[in-house]
């Protein structure tokens, strides 16, 4: 039940969780749909969904119940093996706290008063508010927010509605500003899943990135890889993290000050010459100007903005160059910070260039995918106004949807009213900055339908609750994956749901019908629709359905192996310096912006994950609630003792607000600075309905109050935030 890394196990599940996902009994697997015998197994392919991961899984059903879930070995992706997530999925096709029927609200937005209704009743009072909000503000002012595969055919139902507002948290909430960074400096981005070469990489260094507790299966797999082979890992993070315990070299950075730290590292490469001078000659651009640029971004210069010794930032540059071009800086995933996280993340993408890693062996490789033409449906309506997330592109370099514009838009009418909100899979008030902002926007709205599997905040406040199916009862899009090796993946049912909820895709197309939108649904199953684009790119799809995969032919990875060396920006090269930074008013060359200080007698919040959850959504999963019940706060030993605090005693947390959480342990611990707490997010739950995980530990999504905008793409950073401690 864990993923195995050198000497250490990330879980351990105890003899009755074990016992409840039906582990380690005997079994005597059939293939799909072959008749079995009392006690005989029957397996069904399909990809997990309790992360956005997609791992390709084999569930096992015995005597017509759920027995337990593995890796599929067809998939490149897992290579046989789940994570913990992943192997107690099971948990949520069993959670008692699911939904179970359509729901419409009987009094006040956020009373969590419900009344059940028929769905043909639930989808028509959708259908008869959205049809109103479009005769009085046109479709343009009804909006959707989605999280995962799962909201393909919402987006579908919206474009053919007529709206351009469509939105996804992991953009301005987590991996945009890396992108955009990236984006900048290489023209393009590092993908999901990521195009890091980990396996092969010599020299691995982590900015902030937790590998092993955000458990992104194939990243831990190879990191484990990695670390076996004698790879050099250097880590740059406030608190020392699984990966960090297994650093050569572990910089506990001052919070804020990681673009110091990084300059500092490319003045040395570029002054001492250690960077690759035939890469960057061969596919450069700008680099006298960038050189120029950070001339005098010192190891002296930077150490006291980043507690770090000046000779141990000059000693883990030349370990870098040391490596090149097989060391491998990681993008990260979640990178809103501090509010400069997209000039932040081009720092880290122009010390990868230095280094010569894009397009290498060790470093980035270069993905392909399966090619999947579209299903032929009717051209969707052309939106009679632009999208209200981003109004007169105040951000230039989003090209994705701002969740906090739209909510803004929400809120001020600014370019014009967002009247409805349709909510799929992603629960905003955990995963959206400051939650009264939300929660003031919903009360501006006409309508607020949400669909998901659990009643989670956010579906507390609906006037609509739409319940869904979990991934283990229902099909969604198929999953051409953009990968190291190109494959193409099918989600289907291994079991019915256990009560009245349906698949996104149903809920989806009847809306759709009641908006007068047939012409855009011409399949009336999914099966149909999943076939006829497989018939529409030449595969097998009785063959997917037996398999789950269908792997395609590998391309070349590297530059070296003739992997195309292109750069989609201006310049067609990798920009150094950018001049359509400077054009649009921003600094070509990333410059260090000192964050916010301390106020006195305060600690910085920081925030992450655990290896056996995943955002707000798996608390209530028993198996993975078992687990890890609560969240606990990092405190640095030192100020433990100096508050009279102890591992285990309880506390509330007072942020800079106002605002006080609900109580969660103590962990004091020398792996932490003194200047700075933690929590793992997603703990703290308010909605009643969660039963499970209701009032259990602290949510740091109540207490992240401030924010501040990335101005080059609008991500919203919550690394200002601080609270002073409160003994229970």
Known sequence: MSLAVPRRSFLKISAAALAAAGLGAPQARLGAGEPAAAGAVQTVPTFCDICFWKCGAIASVRDGALWKIEGN?????????????????????????RLTRPLLRARVRGGEEWNAVSWDDALGHVAEKMQAIKAKHGPEAVALFSHGIGGTFFKHTLKAFGSPNLAAPSFAQCRGPRDVGFRLTFGDDPGSPERTDIANARCLVLIGSHLGENMHNTQVQEFAQAMAAGCTLIVADPRQSTAAAKAKWWLPVRPGSDTALVLAWMQVLVAEQLYDTAYVAKYGHGFAQFAAAIADKTPEWAGPLTGIQPEVIRETARAMARFRPATLVHPGR?????????????????????????????????????????????????????????????????????????????????????????????????????????????????????????????????????????????????????????????????????????????????????????????????????????ELGGYDWERLKRDGIIRGQPQPLYF????????????????????????????????????????????????????????????????????????????????????????????????????????????????????????????????????????????????????????????????NNFVTLEAV
Request: glycine share 8%; aromatic share 10%.
């Open 334 to 534: 979640h990178s809103n910070w501090y509010g400069s996280d997209a000039q932040r993340s081009r720092a880290i993408a122009l010390l990868n260039a230095l280094l010569g890693s894009w397009g290498r062996q060790g470093g980035f490789y270069q993905p392909s995918a399966m090619e999947l033409p579209a299903y032929p449906y009717p051209a969707y309506p052309k939106p009679g106004k632009p999208k209200a997330d981003n109004p007169g592109k105040r951000h230039p370099f989003a090209h994705e949807s701002i969740t906090t514009g739209i909510r803004s838009a929400t809120l001020t009418g600014n370019p014009y009213p967002v009247k409805g909100w349709l909510v799929y899979a992603t629960n905003l008030l955990h995963a959206l900055p400051n939650e009264a902002e939300t929660i003031q926007a919903i009360q501006q709205l006409d309508l607020l339908a949400v669909c998901d599997v659990i009643p989670s905040e956010t579906a507390g406040w609906a006037d609509v609750v739409l319940p869904e199916c979990t991934y283990l009862e229902r099909h969604d899009e198929l999953n051409p994956e953009l990968f190291r090796e190109p494959f193409l993946a099918l989600r289907q049912p291994v079991v019915p749901p256990p009560d009245d909820q349906k698949p996104n895709w149903w809920i989806a197309r009847e809306l759709a019908l009641k908006l007068g939108l047939g012409a855009w649904y011409p399949w009336s199953d999914i099966e149909q629709y999943l076939a006829k684009r497989c």
């Open 560 to 719: 070296e192996q003739g992997a195309p060396a292109e750069f989609a920006t201006p310049s067609g090269r990798i920009e150094f310096w950018s001049q359509q930074l400077a054009d649009k008013g921003f600094a070509p060359v990333p410059e260090y912006e000192p964050p916010q200080p301390n106020p006195p007698g305060s600690y910085r919040v920081l925030f992450g994950r655990a290896p056996m959850h995943s955002f707000s959504r798996t608390q209530t999963n028993p198996l993975l609630h078992e687990v890890m019940p609560e969240n606990a706060l990092w405190l640095n030993a030192v100020e433990a003792r100096r508050l009279g605090l102890k591992s285990g005693d309880r506390v509330r947390l007072r942020n800079q607000d106002g605002v006080l959480s609900d109580a969660l342990p103590v962990k004091a611990t020398e792996r932490i600075r003194p200047d700075c707490v933690y929590l793992v997010h997603g703990f703290g739950h308010t909605a009643k309905g969660l039963k499970r995980a209701y009032r259990k530990g602290a949510s740091d999504a109540q207490i992240l109050t401030r924010y501040q905008t990335d101005p080059l793409m609008g991500g919203t950073a919550l690394g």
């Open 73 to 97: 070995p067809l998939d490149p992706l897992c290579r046989g093996r789940l994570c913990p997530r992943g192997t107690g999925g099971i948990g949520a096709s069993r959670d008692p706290d």
